[in-house]
């Protein structure tokens, strides 16, 4: 199979600006990763396993870090200290125990049946914040996490957000919410 002029721009951006792997992009293109290995060095692009720099998210410093590890993390810390940090900046209202959650379902049973399998899920992820039109029911575990992968898109890294198009499977995937707060 002859591979085309743009294919060959193509590969090269995928594997040096997306991050991807020599093995996706031979899956993406149905070509063995040995050519695209071959182009790649055909090009002088070093193949190697280097690390890259990219910054803490929160001080800024500059941290070296593989490519594999840059295409699946959004966040990068520099230290502990940096992790804690970005932990207490953006800290949720959080609940140890399931009281939350006790109290979001008492308050969906003033106008839906909740059965057991049921799911009440906070839309801004507040636990304590238990208004009506915060909350949705679903039918069970499998719909509630159909419903985050939906809204998955809008966390990417801006890195790999490329990538998006692998993850589009599960716009399609149905998901059931028997009962939201918004429609009272």
Known sequence: MKISHDKYVDIIEAYTIDLWSMREIAATLHVSHATIYKILVKEGIDTSRRKLYVSCTVCGQPIERTKKRVRKQRNHFCNRECYEAYLGAGARDGCGSRQAQKIGRSVVLQWFALQ??????????????NRPVNLRVFANQG??????????????NPITSPRLESWERFNHLPVNILWDGRNL
């Not at 057991?116 to 914040?129: L, S, T």
């Open 116 to 129: 057991p399998e049921h799911v009440v899920h906070h839309e801004n992820h507040k636990q304590f914040d």
């Open 143 to 156: 719909d509630h996490i159909r419903y985050h992968h939906n809204q998955r898109h809008e966390h990417f």
